[in-house]
Structures are given as structure tokens and as C-alpha cells.
């Protein structure tokens, strides 16, 4: 199995220009997440989906941030307009179980963002 | 909402000592304690996990205990190697929360030869 496949691995863009990263999760894997990684924060938790269906986007910082899961093998996080403090790593991992419980998250190599 | 506290952030030991990082949780109702281990510039993996029926686990070098009492549930290396150096992250979630896994803020490892 390929893993968790995330896309661009870096980023590099201006502020105010929309940013959109990619996600495709394990094959069979029916939770996905999106996760940021800062040094001042650590890992924090974006948003999560359960069978495509967002459950929990509490840790969604703003508006400017988006996510959509259209179907099972593919998410995108989107961040519109993009600033300077958006710049970290953004990891998405999926699992296999509702709960995390039964089911560790598999992490994907992330995507560094750069906005300058 | 669960709040997960990692301590120490940075430990130094020398190559055949053990290392020990402590992490403490706020939900009482949490009842699964993933740990994972990230290398410099590579994804986070899981390493060992402990559930709370249970108060301790073992695999090869690697233990967890957990204190449900206290709240609290500990991360045992012994016989380190330089190889174990990385990030390691504790992590906490209750049951039927659909897997909303929060992080402790991370402990740098560095275990010098």
C-alpha cells in the first residue's frame, strides 16, 4: 500500500493568493484528517471526516480555511486568501474505524506551506 | 475539551541509557494513548498505543504505563540508540469521539553515542 498521499509536498506563495493542498487517503480507510504543525502550536486538529461527511471542524482557525471530502479516496484543504501565519504542516491521515479506538491514524508525509 | 500536557520538551541522554517521557490528560473519559515518533522531516508514526483496560504494555525497547487515577500515562525507551532520536508525541481520545486524537505539545530526543 502506498500510504496516505499528500500533494504539493512544498508550497511557496504569496499573501492573498488561495492555496489548495491535496490529500488521498489508505485505500479502505473511512476517517481522514487534517492536522497543522507549528512550532509554537504542535499538532493540531483541522477537521475530520467519517464517510465523507465532516463530524468535528472545531479546529478550523477561520473562514479563510475550507475542506471538503467529495468522495473516498480524496480530500482537499483549502485556504483563501492565504497569510503569513498560515505557513506550517499540514498533515492529513486517515484510519480504518470510526474510533480512533480500534483504528491508528496514518500519517502522510505533509505539506510544507510557505507564504510570504 | 481534553487537554494533553507532555513533559519534559527536550531530553538528552547518553547511547544504553533509558528515557522517560510523562504526559498527563484532562478528560477522565479518554481511553486510548497512542505515541508517535517523528524524525526530522518525516511524518509522525505510530509506536506503541495503550488502551485503559490495561495499565501497562511492552514491545522490545518500548513500554507505556498508565496511571488512570492520576491521569496520567508514561513513555519508557531503555537501552536507547542513536536511531531513537526523533520527536515523540503523546496523544489521548475517548471512545465514540470518532477518533479525535489531541496531541501533547512533543519531547526532542536526542540520544548522543
Known amino acids: 500500500d502506498a500510504g496516505v498521499i499528500q500533494s504539493p509536498r512544498h508550497e511557496v506563495t504569496e499573501m492573498g493568493q488561495e492555496v489548495t493542498l491535496r490529500c488521498k487517503p489508505i485505500?479502505?480507510?473511512?476517517?481522514l484528517f487534517w492536522y497543522r504543525q507549528t512550532m509554537m502550536r504542535g499538532l493540531e486538529l483541522l477537521i475530520y471526516f467519517n464517510n465523507n461527511v465532516p463530524i468535528d471542524d472545531s479546529g478550523m482557525p477561520e473562514d479563510r480555511f475550507s475542506a471538503k471530502m467529495p468522495n473516498a479516496s480524496f480530500s482537499t484543504l483549502k485556504i483563501q486568501p492565504s497569510e503569513p501565519r498560515d505557513s506550517a504542516v499540514y498533515f492529513c491521515?486517515?484510519?480504518?474505524?470510526?474510533?480512533?479506538?480500534?483504528?491508528?491514524?496514518?500519517f502522510g508525509n505533509g505539506t510544507r506551506l510557505t507564504v510570504t | 475539551g481534553e487537554n494533553v500536557e507532555q513533559h519534559p520538551s527536550t531530553l538528552s541522554v547518553q547511547e544504553g541509557d533509558s528515557a522517560v517521557i510523562k504526559c498527563t490528560y484532562s478528560d477522565s473519559a479518554s481511553n486510548y494513548f497512542p505515541w508517535y515518533k517523528q524524525e526530522l522531516g518525516k511524518r509522525p508514526q505510530l509506536i506503541i498505543d495503550i488502551r485503559s483496560n490495561v495499565g501497562e504494555k511492552k514491545d522490545q525497547r518500548i513500554a507505556v504505563t498508565l496511571n488512570k487515577t492520576a491521569k496520567h500515562f508514561s513513555l519508557h525507551i531503555t537501552e536507547t540508540q542513536p536511531e531513537d532520536s526523533a520527536v515523540y508525541f503523546c496523544?489521548?481520545?475517548?471512545?465514540?469521539?470518532?477518533?479525535?486524537?489531541?496531541f501533547g505539545q512533543g519531547t526532542t530526543l536526542q540520544v548522543k553515542p
Open positions: 496523544a489521548a481520545s475517548r471512545r465514540g469521539n470518532t477518533g479525535k486524537l489531541i
Open positions: 491521515a486517515s484510519s480504518l474505524g470510526w474510533s480512533s479506538y480500534n483504528s491508528p491514524l496514518h
Open positions: 485505500s479502505g480507510h473511512n476517517s
